[in-house]
């Protein structure tokens, strides 16, 4: 039997969100949903807002007998530049709601994060105003160039692939 793959993409639900920074991880399933990463994979954009995600995603872990390490929660990151990436295993929230919504619901930070850098805030400019409006064109390709390159492809199916052995 194959074990399924959980791959999440965090955001806020509605129009009024869609092109906001905080949506990255949204973006990232509208992408990768196109892309054959394999047919042991589930993508899942929990309908509840991002800082109430978390009870979401357990629900979809337990519905379908995921380990949490063959889980990966997609989420913008402002303390990553915009047009980088990080992907990480086991790390705190680093103060993104979010994913303390996802670590207190599972119990665990024991999953894999692939963390979209949006670039830091304005100066005068609050972290929440900055990934709650929406992104102008220059910054929105930038980030999705990143959901599209090879090189995040190629790491995450080395990723789906190791957590099949």
């Known amino acids: 039997m194959i074990k399924k793959f959980l791959i999440v993409g965090l955001g806020n639900p509605g ?11 949204r973006w990232a399933i509208e992408i990768l949903e196109k892309e054959n990463l394999g047919d042991n994979i589930l993508y ?8 109430n995600s978390g009870q979401a995603v357990a629900n979809m872990v337990k519905k379908n007998g995921i ?13 990553i530049p915009i047009g980088e990436y990080k992907i990480q295993k086991g790390v705190s929230s680093a103060g993104h709601n979010g994913v303390k919504s996802v670590i207190d619901a599972l119990g665990t930070a024991d999953f894999w994060r692939l963390r979209i850098g949006i670039g830091r805030p304005p100066l005068g400019k609050t972290t929440e105003d900055f990934v709650l409006e929406w992104t102008n064109k220059v910054d929105y390709d930038k980030i999705i160039s ?5 090189e995040v492809a190629e790491k995450l ?3 789906i692939n190791d957590a099949n052995y």
């Open 15 to 25: 129009k009024k969100y869609e092109k906001t920074r905080h949506n990255a991880g």
């Open 44 to 51: 899942f954009t929990p309908a509840s807002f991002m800082n």
């Open 67 to 79: 380990a949490t390490d063959r889980i990966l929660i997609i989420h913008d990151d402002v303390d």
């Open 146 to 150: 990143v959901l599209k390159s090879n």
């Open 157 to 159: 199916i080395e990723l």
